[in-house]
């Protein structure tokens, strides 16, 4: 199937007529590391699913606006909210299409039914298509939607209403992000009926700005533009995902012009990037952070001694230089500076091995352990190579006797281990989806996602919960900024996690290439992209 791909490729280069000009004009080869692990990106966290999906196949009922940080008009023109912030009515764009594919032939535009059914889907445990695929949507489970939301209802074909269980300031950023597309419930009805529902999540069907057109397993997938996309029609014809694993062998393919996006460029080779004029490179400011999760079930990082002297025994500044080529920042909370809930009284200690030890002798582990650290294969947003920031770690813990044995994992397999629970530490982080400071919080030490396996550390603390739980309640923004900053004071005093790094999102591109959009939460966007 690479030949398949140089073919295109040669096809794409050759210009020897108008025709495969034209061709060359309105296709794009984008060179991603991963495969995803399915196309509905409710059912995973991964990048490369989320990339894949999210913004190509789907839409959702809100955006966010990149510039104030709100949520704005998507699939819903508008919406109401009842005084008591307990009712809200979206109003649903008319004249809406779905995806015309060779498995389905839509009879309807977008209605309230099919909004009822995707998050019906999520929420009822006895819905039709609730065990489908595992019966596990993480993002949702991990900030509690089933408890959230008591209804989802439609008032007629372009109104629908959601009823929720209390106050929750964070409800419409949540509608806003990758998690939140919108599926096809003819579609889904149509599956059922013919005993084939798993295939919603593999064959799909979207309103976005592309339909999928061909999947060969870890080497591409093929998307041709949605023609009556309702934002209007995208400029490229053709959208290729070129899995590529290798970020060196990714980086050739960008400078040969087999690719015309790059995805995830290693900070070490930026140098080489800015060295070619035909290449150019986008960053933006990511609210993010990498983190050392330590399993504080297990012992000895139950122990809060021992947690704080791994914590004394780590040089982030070497983890900043080696493996970020200091494109970052270093991480002293786990919301970056540039999240409006940022805690800017709290700094992570200096490196101090001697109090390291003196802790580890007061724990009783003065003649060090056996650990297992999990670290991601491949790059994150977050971290760029894991494994490498793994060799560093394992280099200072040898100071203090401690033995770290390093274990590579593909996301699936590691989602899977941190759902069960059993591991010693990893190496994980997190990509904010929206502005609100829940998001990264929830997701990264609420007692509700140790189940989803997006808190590694498994750290479960009621205050903390309650910091969370009264920052939704809270309408003024004062006030919910005190409860997230005495949330992260808890954090930070029991050392549920180890901030590491805060990242930079990087892309690199052919200069021919305009109107992509680099997005601070989510996935990429293609839509407007074209060629010159």
Known sequence: MRLWLSGLLALLLAGCDTGNRQLAAESLLYCIEGAPLTFNPQLVTSTETLDATAHQLYDRLLDIDPNNQQPVPALAMSWTRSEDSLRYRFTLRPGVTFHHTAWFSPGRPLTAEDVVFTFARLMDEQHPYHEVSGGRYPFFDSIGWRDLIREVRALGDNEVEFVLTRPDASFLSNLATDYAVILSAEYAGQLLAAGTPQLLDQQPVGTGPFILSQYRTDEFIRYHRHP????????????????????????????????????????????????????????????N????????????????????????????????????????????????????????????????????????????????????????????????????????????????????????????????????????????????DTPDPDNMLRN???????????????????????????????????????????????????????PLVHSLKLQAHRTQVKGLRLLPYGGVAFHQAYKE
Not at 351 to 359: I, K, Q, V
Not at 374 to 390: H, Q, S, W, Y
């Open 228 to 287: 009556t996309y309702w934002r209007g029609s995208a400029r490229l014809n053709q959208l290729v995902f070129d899995i590529t694993p290798k970020s060196s062998k990714r980086l050739a393919k960008l400078l040969t012009g087999e690719c015309d996006v790059m995805a995830h460029p290693g900070t070490s080779q930026l140098s080489v990037i800015h060295q070619h004029s035909d290449l150019a490179l986008s960053q933006a400011t990511g609210m």
């Open 289 to 432: 952070v990498a983190v050392l999760a330590l399993n504080t079930e297990k012992p000895p990082f139950n122990d809060i001694r021992v947690r704080k002297a791994l914590s004394l025994a780590l040089n982030r500044e070497d983890i900043l230089h080696a493996v970020y080529f200091d494109i970052g920042s270093l991480a002293e909370s786990l919301l970056p500076p540039v999240s409006w809930g940022y805690h800017p009284n709290l700094l992570m200690p200096l490196p101090d091995m001697a109090r390291a030890r003196l802790l580890l002798e007061q724990a009783g582990r003065e003649h060090g352990f056996d650990m297992t650290l999990l670290v991601p294969a491949g790059a994150r947003t977050f971290n760029p190579d894991g494994l490498k920031t793994g060799q560093l770690i394992q280099r200072r813990l040898a100071g203090l006797g401690i033995r770290v044995r390093l274990l590579s994992l593909e996301e699936q397999i590691l989602r899977r281990e941190l759902i069960i629970g059993g591991q010693d530490a990893v190496l994980t982080g997190w990509s904010a």
């Open 444 to 498: 990264l030490l609420s007692c509700q996602a140790i189940a989803a396996g997006t808190n590694a550390s498994r750290w479960c603390h009621p205050l903390f919960e309650r910091q969370l739980d009264q920052a939704l309640a809270e309408p003024r923004l004062a006030s919910r900024i005190r409860h997230y900053q005495l949330a992260q004071e808890l954090a930070y005093q029991d050392m549920a996690l180890i």
